[in-house]
């Protein structure tokens, strides 16, 4: 459990940086450089990612909450509106004229579908801490910079964005099983 704790700290601060501590952000920009500073921030990403996978499966899963019967199709539908998002977070899309931040809207959402889903210790801290992290993130993002409402675009913008997310969806469907150890259907 600790590996998993482990990752989870760094993951949320890693990624509050940009967040709460922008004067230190620009410091090692200003020290190290764009890219250097990029480089740095995505290892220890990938690293966060690798603490977390290994934590988890190495964590015993001692059942909390009986999820509802129903808790894994909701998961599932859930999860595929999170890559939806998260696929929209990075495209040019209608989406982003109703949701502000859609790639932590999708974080929410595939957090609290796994939380529907998984009644184990080790996933309520996990799902629990990704809840809790992008939430906050939006709330301080909020706070710090106001927001400017994108034009509308064509509909055949959104069509780019549906094919990525479901294509997004259906390889972590698939690779589930071989990247976290366990079968989502």
């Known amino acids: 459990m600790i590996i998993l704790i482990l990752g989870l700290v760094l993951w949320c601060g890693i990624h509050f940086i940009p967040t709460l501590a922008i004067g230190f952000r620009s410091q ?11 480089m740095i921030f995505s290892s220890t990403v990938i690293l966060a990612i690798i603490l977390i996978v290994f934590g988890w499966r190495a964590t015993d899963n001692n059942l909390v909450y009986i999820p509802p019967g129903w808790g894994g199709h909701l998961n599932a539908l859930m999860v595929l509106i999170a890559f939806l998002l998260i696929a929209a977070a ?35 801290i996990l799902f ?57 259907w």
């Open 90 to 124: 990075k495209s040019t899309t209608n989406i982003k004229r109703y949701i502000r931040h859609p790639q932590l809207v999708g974080i929410v959402f595939w957090s609290s579908g796994h939380l529907f889903a998984n009644g184990e210790v080790r996933s309520l």
């Open 28 to 38: 090692c920009i200003t020290k190290w450089g764009e890219k250097k500073y990029r």
């Open 128 to 184: 629990g801490t990704f809840l809790l992290w992008a939430i906050l993130e939006m709330v301080l993002i909020n706070k710090r910079e106001d927001w400017l409402k994108p034009e509308a675009l064509p509909l055949k913008a959104e069509i780019a964005v549906v094919i990525k997310g479901v294509i997004i969806y259906l390889v972590f469907l698939f690779a589930h099983p071989y990247l976290f150890g366990v079968k989502p």
